[in-house]
């Protein structure tokens, strides 16, 4: 199989006549992916202390991925309710899992990238057969929109964590680390209310708009930012493994927090 391009012959890859990169697209989304699952697999289980102490909480900054921290063994002034020896962090992670892991982009992304159905326009399946969603596991698909109200619960609480973050034993504390929360808990807010689950939730499932002016209103914003749903997906993905770093090089005493305290 052969396509001509500027008036030369080139071989195009077998199954499709596509001579142009195609594969770097889903190449970088496995890098990406692959990184942040390796990156948080590694935090949640075996990165919890450091030196005897809290590798993901820097007073008063705490790791995203332990909020809500509500187990007995989590610090001292989040919220240790629950008696638990394991990593704090494996009892909440399931409500973010189940809400980016069935998102529609998401699907979309690792659909191509990691099982080629398909990798790209114009190029076939890997797989031979394709039954869709309608089986065992893909069919959990479908919990979408109830993972969505799951995540918001965290997201409630890393609001808590940000204001938090500009306090410190009584005293307004700003800091970088404060910021770095910040800029995280909007990226995250932004991912959920962002989400299609969202707009049909405000309105997208009534006949007439019109009757609703403030659900309008609501929609048309929900609207606007899920026209960007795909950037603010890869943006808040980087940007809360990185929030979690940083929290962790703090910890660590590797970084030093520059902050004014009032």
């Given at each position: 199989?052969?396509?001509?391009v500027?008036g ?7 199954g499709t006549?596509?001579v ?20 948080t ?7 919890t ?5 809290f590798a993901?909480?820097a ?7 332990y909020?809500?921290c ?7 002034d989040?919220?240790?309710?629950i ?6 962090a494996w009892?909440?992670?399931?409500f ?7 998102c529609y ?14 990798p790209?326009c114009?190029?076939?399946d ?12 893909f ?6 929109r109830?993972?969505?109200y799951g995540a918001l619960?965290?997201l409630?609480?890393l ?7 500009f306090m410190?034993h009584?005293h ?5 680390g404060s910021f770095v ?8 807010s ?5 989400c299609?689950s969202?707009?049909?939730?405000v309105?997208?499932?009534?006949d007439m708009?019109?009757?609703?002016a403030?659900r309008?209103?609501?929609w ?16 808040s993905?980087v940007f809360?493994?990185?929030s979690?770093i940083?929290?962790?090089l ?12 009032f």
């Amino acid at each position: 199989m052969a396509a001509a391009v500027s008036g030369r012959v080139r071989v195009a890859p077998r199954g499709t006549e596509r001579v142009d990169i195609w594969w770097l697209e889903p190449l970088i989304t496995v890098l990406v992916l692959g990184t942040f699952v390796l990156y948080t697999t590694w935090a949640m289980v075996f990165g919890t202390t450091v030196n005897g102490h809290f590798a993901y909480y820097a007073d008063p900054y705490l790791s995203p991925f332990y909020s809500p921290c509500v187990a007995t063994n989590c610090p001292q002034d989040t919220f240790p309710v629950i008696s638990w020896a394991f990593s704090p962090a494996w009892l909440i992670f399931y409500f973010p899992l189940a809400f980016r892991l069935t998102c529609y982009y998401y699907r979309k992304a690792y659909y191509r990238s990691f099982f080629w159905a398909p990798p790209a326009c114009a190029v076939p399946d890997a797989a031979k057969r394709y039954n869709g969603e309608t089986r065992f596991p893909f069919i959990i698909q479908n919990i979408h929109r109830y993972a969505f109200y799951g995540a918001l619960i965290p997201l409630f609480f890393l609001w808590w964590d940000m204001v938090k973050g500009f306090m410190y034993h009584g005293h307004l504390w700003i800091g970088v680390g404060s910021f770095v929360l910040l800029i995280n808990v909007i990226l995250l807010s932004l991912y959920s209310f962002s989400c299609h689950s969202c707009r049909h939730l405000v309105g997208g499932y009534l006949d007439m708009l019109s009757r609703h002016a403030m659900r309008y209103k609501i929609w048309k914003f929900v609207s606007k930012i899920n026209e960007h749903h795909m950037l603010i997906a890869w943006c808040s993905l980087v940007f809360v493994m990185w929030s979690d770093i940083y929290v962790r090089l703090v910890a660590a005493g590797i970084t030093h927090d520059f902050h004014v305290v009032f």
